[in-house]
């Protein structure tokens, strides 16, 4: 605090230093006469030693003297701490060397129109009463050169105009209101008080640390309190703390009216849920405000207090003022002057001093002593018990720190050194004034400086009231330098438990949830969770923020996470289950290939198309093992050669199908005249331009479908939750589906060759099996189609997989399985009878001589037929019939 007594030295210590010698204890002191002191230079100082009687102001009449009656001791203790700075320099070689300072002191009585006279008078011409017109005031010589106070807003925004059209520097040691920081208007003014902008900057930071935003926002009726609720609220919008009320108290003392806003003020806030009052006020309003709010004993609050009530002894010393609650506030950090409470008492005993007071009377009395009347009647009639509360305040440092930056100025303008001042003449105050524009000074070894605006940078203390002793006690619970930092451990509140006060209109959203503000107030809201995609990037949130393609988010999130690349990798399960049916569909491929090339001239073979058998069963391996193509990192290559690749060997086999159905329905459907010669036709080396003329008719469905519609590897970065889809996208459905239509021809007219063929009893029956692997291509798919269009987009790879694999496996069983089994168990059955249809069953001879004895699976040998076998014996049940 500022202006702190050593800790030896105690206010009670200060009244065993009060003595009057010569003279009786409570006559009247002289002390009104020791505020002017000549000097090579003079100040001019105003300060608020007293009050107007409230009554009478209001309805002048006349522009006649106010009488000033109620005594101030702040104001007088100002006053001294101007004097003592003043009288330090004239006694230091440090500032002015050889040179004295003035000082003219008077009462403002904390009224305009009483400050107005001394104004007058500091701005009369040197000697003289007189004011006089001139079209340039550069040469004038005023009375005074700087003035220091006054001590309100309201009066520094009257004088503050007025000095400036003169240029007169101004360095008040209590006006905070912001509006004086306009240099346009206040060209000549400056403070050594920080603006109320920084005091309610850190009153801002103070309700964001503890997490109150939903406040009640209270000022004095006047330009202190208006002008200090003004940048509170936007300030406060600015980080999203919420008003539930503001209002305004009359600085107008014992008025019906005034007490009637008040008591409707404070039921307003009592009623409604809000915890923390902001009480930006004058001494005055803030008494008045609690005088009513204990007499109505209205709910402890959290109020949180402007320095010009937080340390006034007209607040704390009210009655029952311990049961408002818990009050904070800031007060300003400066330097110590210890030896200030000696020099009140000091000064107050040569006041009573009768030989002291003789001498002040043989001095003449200043010109102005006639029109302004006396200083401060009323110091003449007080003790030291009257001061000794305000000798701790701490604003006594702003007072005696304006000195000395008046003091440095003219140690600027003057060039002085250790040695003297070198420019020992006039100085108008015009040219002191340019001195102070963002000037430093020190005092007391604290380092200070004026801003573009006049203003200086001071640290602020966070002061907690802690009940002792039925007055409250100051206690440091924080500091604020531009950055809040509090003690949380060392402050008392009013809460049961001592629990932290919560004062908000709606409780704190948890993770992942945002704000859905009801009413017109954003501090009153429902919370809402985000969904997922989107997060809550900050607390004060309205909305839920979308994640970037690249990010996704689960429900109620607070940040994105990284997409991971999802392709059909090879090691998930679906993948790894095709694998295992791919092995199992090529091996038996492979197996088949391998036995017919084994067999390559026996009947079965050669019934079968021989060569052609073979290369359909080379094509179906190679169906197969087009699958491989679809796992993996999808990539611009293989995107393009999955279709051809899975569909132009599927062609191959199934062309060679066509001709065995073409083969087997020419036997069994056409005359006796015909089927020689498309027989001769359908063996010989004209199938090949079947087989070639179909896969070139797919090659190039296969081409236009690359060149018209190519698949293209693009990132669908919203069809999976938490992956970023790497897929092969098909641009071209219709071209997709073109590319089987080949193949959906050749299983087509294949069924309709073998499809209701009878069979020639006692021959292998191969229409049957053309029959089914056209069933199972047909059935595959058919199937297909719903289900990839309808599948995830993830798992299209997965199914066409599926698809050729099913396709593949249904034509091995149908065609080609049943002919390696009588290979590998019936190897009797290989004989030209049964599959190349030669012997005694030639072409011409009727079906009902045709009969023939199948082999008995139960047998190790077959039955062979002999020419004996009667025509129309019935073959035995038990024979197979392949």
């Known amino acids: 605090m500022l202006g702190l007594i050593p800790l030896g030295l105690t206010v009670s210590a200060l009244l065993g230093l009060m003595v009057f010698p010569d003279g009786e204890v409570g006559a009247p002191l002289c002390l009104s006469r020791q505020f002017r002191v000549q000097g090579d230079y003079m100040l001019g100082g105003l300060f608020p030693m007293s009050s107007a009687e409230s009554a009478g102001l209001g309805d002048r009449t006349q522009p006649n003297s106010t009488a000033c009656r109620r005594f101030s001791a ?197 009623q409604s849920n809000v915890q923390v ?21 209205l709910e402890p609050k959290v109020w949180v207090a402007s320095e010009a009530w937080l340390a006034s002894d007209l607040v704390t010393t009210l009655p029952g003022i311990d049961r408002v609650g818990t009050v904070l506030g800031f007060l300003m950090r400066g330097a110590q002057l210890p030896e200030y409470p000696e020099y009140v008492a000091t000064h107050l005993s040569q006041a009573a001093n009768p030989a002291f007071c003789a001498s002040l009377d043989a001095t003449e009395l200043g010109l102005e002593e006639h029109v302004v009347g006396p200083r401060c009647p009323q110091c003449d009639h007080i003790t030291i018990q009257n001061v000794s509360a305000g000798l701790l305040h701490h604003q006594i440092f702003t ?30 105050p015009w040219q002191l004034l340019e001195r102070m524009y963002n000037m430093s000074f020190r005092v007391r070894g604290l380092e200070l400086a004026f801003d573009a605006n006049g203003n200086v940078a001071m640290e602020y203390d966070l002061k907690l009231w802690v009940w002792q002793g039925g007055e409250p006690k100051f206690h440091t619970v924080g500091t604020f330098n531009g950055r809040l930092q509090v003690h949380n451990s060392q402050i008392t509140w009013h809460t049961p438990g001592n629990q932290d006060p919560v004062s908000r209109c709606s409780r704190q959203c948890t993770e992942g949830q945002v704000r859905r503000v009801k009413g017109s107030h954003s501090c009153c809201y429902d919370c809402v969770d985000c969904k997922a995609g989107t997060y809550r990037r900050n607390p004060d949130d309205l909305f839920c923020t979308e994640c970037s393609l690249d990010q996704w988010s689960p429900d109620r999130s607070t940040r994105c996470f990284p997409r991971r ?77 999955q279709q051809p690749l899975s569909h132009l060997p599927l062609t191959g086999c199934l062309s060679t199908l066509f001709l065995q159905a073409a083969e087997t329905f020419v036997e069994s459907e056409l005359p006796l005249s015909w089927m020689g010669r498309l027989q001769g036709w359908l063996r010989g080396p004209g199938t090949w331009l079947v087989v070639l003329l179909a896969v070139l008719a797919e090659a190039g469905l296969c081409t236009w479908y690359l060149v018209a519609f190519p698949p293209k590897v693009v990132t669908d970065w919203r069809a999976l939750p938490q992956e970023a889809l790497v897929h092969c996208r098909v641009r071209s459905w219709f071209s997709f589906g073109l590319v089987h239509a080949t193949n959906a021809t050749l299983a087509f007219l294949c069924f309709l060759c073998t499809f209701l063929v009878q069979s020639r009893p006692g021959r292998y029956n191969h229409a049957r099996g053309l029959t089914f692997a056209t069933l199972a291509y047909f059935i595959t798919w058919i199937s297909f189609v719903p289900l990839f269009t309808n599948v995830h987009i ?64 139960a047998s190790s040998s077959p039955v062979t037929p002999t020419q004996e076998t009667p025509p129309n014996r019935e073959s035995p049940s038990h024979n197979p019939q392949p």
């Open 74 to 270: 702040l104001g007088l203790l100002w006053a001294l701490a101007v004097k003592m700075a003043v009288e330090e320099i004239n006694n230091g070689s440090d500032l002015l060397p050889g040179l004295r300072l003035g000082y003219d002191l008077f009462d403002t009585c904390t009224e305009p129109v009483v400050a107005m006279k001394p104004c007058l008078v500091f701005l009369a011409k040197a000697g003289s009463l007189n004011i006089a017109a001139y079209c340039n005031y550069t040469q004038y010589q005023p009375r005074v050169l700087a003035v220091i106070g006054p001590h309100s807003s309201e009066l520094a925004l009257v004088t503050g105009k007025f000095f400036s059209f003169f240029l007169m520097p101004q360095v008040s040691y209590g006006a905070s209101t912001d509006r004086l920081s306009n240099r346009e208007t206040f060209p000549s003014f400056f403070r050594t008080v920080p603006s109320d902008r920084v005091q309610l900057g850190a009153i801002v930071e103070l309700l964001v640390t503890f997490g109150w935003n939903w406040v009640a926002a209270v000022g004095s009726d006047d330009e202190y309190g208006r002008q200090g609720l003004s940048i509170f609220s936007s300030l406060a919008s600015s980080r999203s703390i919420c008003i539930a009320h503001e209002g305004l108290v009359p600085v107008t003392r014992g008025h019906r009216t005034s007490l009637g806003q008040v008591e409707k003020l404070l039921q307003v806030v009592n």
């Open 794 to 857: 993830a798992y299209q790879p997965a199914v066409q997989m599926g698809a050729i694999l099913i396709c593949a496996l249904g034509i091995l069983a149908a065609v080609y399985l049943p002919k390696c089994y009588l290979l590998l168990w019936y190897p009797a059955l290989n004989t030209p009878e049964f599959f190349l249809k030669e012997g005694p069953w030639s072409v011409g001879e009727t079906q009902e001589n045709q009969e023939s004895v199948l082999p008995d699976p």
């Open 565 to 641: 690349p999802k392709f059909l990798a090879w090691g998930e399960p679906t993948t790894l289950g095709l694998l295992i049916l791919l092995s199992l569909v090529l091996g038996l491929a492979l197996v088949a290939l391998g036995l017919f090339i084994c067999h390559w001239d026996s009947p079965m073979v050669q019934a079968s198309g021989g060569p052609l058998t073979c290369f359909g069963l080379a094509c179906l391996n190679l169906v197969c093992l087009s699958v491989l193509l679809f796992p993996g990192w999808p990539n611009p290559t293989s995107c393009l050669v």
């Open 277 to 297: 009052v902001v009480l930006f006020a004058s001494a005055h309003a803030a008494h008045a405000l609690f005088s009513y709010s204990v007499h109505s004993q």
């Open 399 to 428: 007072a005696y720190a304006a000195v000395y930056s008046v003091a440095q100025a003219l140690h600027n303008t003057l060039h002085c050194n250790a040695s003297g001042c070198p420019a020992r003449e006039a100085v108008q």
